[in-house]
């Protein structure tokens, strides 16, 4: 499976600006976190995930799956919001999927070249979906399109890492950005160990995004293999 690459530069760029940061990295060493290439896949995953937990997201979309056979903008706009539905979602996360897949459909998103903009860009283009917040797209940004400096305020694992990390009793927006300017270019980085740093697993924790991959739909079949997820 592909995962999130980084190396020794980034890793000595963060100790180097960070002694705190860089005794926690070497205590927990090196990090792999697969990503889902397929940024349309991670969008859609992504939704389905929000707000469940890791086995209720893995049978629901096990049902799309069997639904689908492959996710594509295509079969997901053949089908009707209530067949959506019925794979175990409310009606309007059904409607949030549909609609993403009308927007890839009719061009309003072309996912194909997503990865040609800035980050900015895409979290405008995909934040200007129905169901997709702020949040969401900086997930896509590390974890599908694996882009380098994404640190984000808005996720409260990695707010509570950086707390640990500094026992900090608070964290507001000043301080956040003060450390994301430390860490950067290499925030997205940081990021995962901050995650390691919240004392929660990534992927069991409200608001953390689940990424299946595409393929997963279409190994379905065999019962031996279960959806991958971002963990």
């Known amino acids: 499976m592909p995962i999130f690459e980084y190396g020794q530069k980034e890793i000595d760029h963060l100790k180097r ?6 005794a926690a ?22 939704v ?15 049902r799309l799956a069997t639904l689908l056979g492959n996710l594509t903008p295509e079969s997901i706009t053949q089908v009707e919001v ?24 009719s061009g309003v998103i072309d996912f194909k070249l997503l990865d040609t903009l800035t980050d900015e860009e895409i979290i405008k ?7 997709v917040g702020v949040w969401t797209a900086e997930m896509i940004l590390i974890f599908s399109l694996c882009r380098p400096d994404v640190l984000s305020y808005k996720d409260l694992a990695i707010c509570r890492g950086m707390m640990n990390l500094y026992g900090l009793k608070e964290l507001p927006k000043e301080t956040f950005e003060r450390y994301r300017k430390r860490y950067s270019p290499y925030g997205s980085v940081a ?14 924790t409200r608001g953390q995004v689940q990424c299946f991959n595409s393929h997963d739909l279409k190994q379905r079949t065999c019962p031996s293999v279960s959806p991958s997820v971002c963990p």
């Not at 600006?17 to 860089?22: F, H, M, N, Q």
């Not at 539905?85 to 009606?91: F, H, K, N, R, T």
Request: proline share 2%; charged share 25%; with cysteine.
């Open 17 to 22: 600006k960070d002694k705190k940061l860089g």
């Open 25 to 46: 990295i070497d205590k927990i060493g090196m990090i792999q976190r697969e990503i889902t290439p397929d940024p349309f896949t991670a969008l859609i995953s992504s």
């Open 48 to 62: 389905v995930s929000q707000q469940i937990s890791k086995k209720a997201a893995e049978t629901v979309w096990n």
């Open 82 to 105: 209530s067949a959506i539905q019925s794979c175990g979602m409310s009606e309007r996360k059904a409607r949030y999927i549909s609609g993403i897949a009308d927007a890839a459909k």
């Open 125 to 131: 283009n995909l934040s200007s979906l129905h169901g």
């Open 191 to 204: 990021s995962l160990y901050l995650w390691e740093l919240s004392g929660e697993t990534r992927g069991e």
